[in-house]
């Protein structure tokens, strides 16, 4: 029961608003779990900077936001949505904080309130459950004790509420550590590694739907990432340029701040046209791209290439098609979704919000200078066979010269 005494109940006045944000991977241990958390907590502070001032502070491994003075304690919804897109945060929690220590008696006021106030929001909730972790083990009440008694509370201030252990459409969540924490949501993070913790890459980027959602992948595995386009204007067309502009800024929401070295192909691509067998163009062209994404990654000090290649996906993409780029390459290659088919890569585009912006109709390079027969197994003895009449080193140096830096961020979206 609550009791209204003055000094055993808690006010919503005393609550502080604050997000809980659960961090991953839970096999870190000692150092590297130090890193990890300081790492995380960079990148939320960096994500947060431009939507209001947040203290943002780590205890019981754990990473806890709250709004400074002055910041209104609505936008931590929004600093909710952000800490979600951050790389390394399994879970986000927005949540009512008092400051300890409490009494079962204040508990229980604080959880009838809780419920009140959840009510107003959100009137037609019909049934409901407690769920408690205690971290002080020497409160009198155990877990199971401290839910019951706060379920009690919350009938008696709710009566239009009822208990359901099995599906509750609420679960309210009471915790309880040095202080009271209330909260009924959980809401799933990015997970993963957190943004730098792996190194540095360079992204081949194109309008498709399949490099954004390979950026994606391998950012979550803790690279901080640049993206390259390779454009051919005239041949393709300024939309052709804004919309992979457009999926770099969609991309930054999880990565960052994303520059994107923007390269005219077009006098490279004339001259590959001119002097490269039809049936050879496509395997020629993309091992040019990667030899100039390499030289662009050393410029840069990024030390790995990441491309949207899957396994038997196009004319380009069979083994030995890949063979004939990978070798032109000083820099590993990773292409993470080497072993999904395609409507799995669409899955993840959804789910990161690329995808609508990638089926957008404007055409690609590849798309337009293909043959329609080109060579599916061509031996590496073939491309450089296909090659004979280029000067490579020009090419490259003549493709590194026409570059521009265009770095893109969700203030763009
Ligand atoms: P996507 O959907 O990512 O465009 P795709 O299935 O259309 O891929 P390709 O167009 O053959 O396949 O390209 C394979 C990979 O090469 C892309 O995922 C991307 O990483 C890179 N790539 C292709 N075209 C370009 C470009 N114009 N600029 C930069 N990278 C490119
Ligand atoms: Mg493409």
């Known amino acids: 029961m609550t009791s209204d005494g003055p000094i055993d109940s808690l006010s919503l006045e005393q609550a502080t608003s604050v997000l809980l944000c659960r961090i991953g991977e839970i096999t870190l241990k000692g150092q590297n779990r130090r890193q990890f958390e300081i790492r995380v907590m960079q990148n939320l502070r960096a994500r947060l900077r431009g939507l209001g001032a947040f203290q943002v502070d780590l205890r019981d491994s754990r990473i806890w936001v709250r709004p400074r003075e002055g910041t209104d304690p609505e936008l931590l919804g929004r600093a909710a949505e952000r800490a979600r897109t951050i790389f390394g945060i399994v879970s986000v929690s927005p949540a009512l904080k008092w400051a300890g220590p409490v ?212 004319a380009s993409q069979t083994l030995a098609a890949l063979a004939c780029t990978d070798v032109v390459s000083e820099r590993i290659i990773f292409r993470p979704l080497i072993g999904l088919d395609k409507d799995a890569t669409i899955e993840i585009a959804r789910e990161i919000g690329t995808f609508e912006t990638s089926i957008l109709p404007y055409e690609d390079c590849c798309t337009i200078f293909v043959h329609r027969h080109p060579r599916v197994h061509p031996e590496i003895r073939h491309a450089e066979e296909a090659e004979r009449d280029l000067d490579i080193e020009t090419l490259v140096a003549t493709c590194l010269e026409q570059i521009e830096l265009v770095t893109m961020s969700p203030d763009a979206l």
Do not use: W
């Open 103 to 314: 009494t079962p008696a204040m508990i229980e006021s604080a959880a009838a309130l809780y419920m009140r106030q959840l009510l107003e929001r959100r009137p037609r909730t019909a049934s409901f459950k407690v769920e408690s972790r205690r971290g002080d083990k020497t409160f009198p009440l155990t877990s199971p004790r401290i839910s019951a008694a706060c379920g009690a509370a919350v009938l008696a201030a709710c009566p239009e509420l009822r208990v359901d252990v099995h599906r509750p459409e609420v679960t309210l969540y009471v915790e309880l550590r040095s202080d009271l924490i209330l909260y009924h949501e959980i809401l799933p993070g990015s997970r993963g590694l957190p943004l730098g913790s792996s190194g540095r890459a360079l992204l081949l980027l194109s309008g498709g739907i399949d490099s954004p959602v390979a950026g994606y992948m391998m950012a979550s595995r803790g690279l901080r990432l640049e993206a390259v386009y390779f454009h051919t204007s005239p041949f393709t067309s300024d939309q052709a340029r804004e919309k992979v502009l457009r999926l770099a800024a969609e991309l930054s929401i999880y990565t960052g701040h994303l520059p994107v070295h923007v390269v005219d192909f077009t006098p490279a691509q004339l001259e590959l046209n001119e002097k490269v067998p039809p049936e050879m163009l496509t395997v020629v062209m993309r091992r040019l791209m990667i030899r100039v994404a390499d030289r662009l990654a050393e410029r840069r000090e990024l030390g790995a290439l990441v491309t949207g290649e899957s396994l038997g996906q196009v």
